[in-house]
């Protein structure tokens, strides 16, 4: 596969962010909440990291195409989810592609073929299911279930029996597309899922290209080649 430029945009300076970030808060005249708080200086971070890594793209596209406003409004996001949330992101999902900032923090991913996911409301409230089925690359089907919680006020998700996990649940501009952003002990990776086991080649780009100007460098595409296994109902 061609390699990917990263869209990004020429910023000198990420100092009046945080004062764009705050001006949505008092906006609404509502304060955040600790986890939102928290988010915050996580997408500080990222936008740093973004303007940092970017900083010396080439040509400089118009801004409605830029990829580090395209981080702001995706990132920002997750501070004030719809009021929808969580329904619009129920029922099934192919794992299609993720990133890291190291190789070894996809190596899970190696043996996979392709992954189908089923979200659903969880048997209390505030928690939602999330079942799998991997179908590895030797034909083989392996099972998985997950127990996420809620966090009031925002998108993130706590992963039962996994305290040290945490998933940031974030729109994309691809069609039936969602991003998550996974971190523990040891790793963090985008990851990218879709309604098609098989979406435009332009969502997977896109996705590369957004990732990368975040300097997300290793990437991973699951190959598909396989049929995807039914999922379990247990």
Known sequence: MANITPRCYNEPSYTRYPNFLLTKSQSHNKPYHSEQIGSLWFIHNLLGSAIFHCINCPTPLALSNDCFLTTIFLLFENLEPPETFPEPHLGRWYFIAGAAPT????????????????????????????????????????????????????????????????????????????????????????????????????????????????????????????????????
């Open 103 to 234: 190789k070894e923090e996809l190596v899970t991913f190696d043996p996979v073929d392709n992954i189908v996911f089923s979200m659903a409301t969880g048997s209390a409230p505030m928690q939602l299911q999330l079942r799998a089925t991997i179908r590895m690359k030797n034909g083989h089907c392996v099972p998985r279930k997950w127990i996420y919680h809620l966090t009031e006020g925002s998108t993130d998700l706590r992963t039962e029996g996994r305290p040290d996990m945490r998933t940031m649940l974030f729109s994309s501009s691809c069609p039936g597309g969602i991003m998550l952003k996974e971190s523990g002990h040891g790793y963090q990776r985008f990851l990218l899922y879709n309604r098609s086991p098989h979406p435009h080649e332009t969502c997977v780009e896109e996705f590369q290209s957004l990732t990368s100007c975040l300097d997300f460098k290793a990437f991973l595409r699951t190959p598909r080649n396989q049929e995807a296994c039914e999922l379990s109902s247990n």
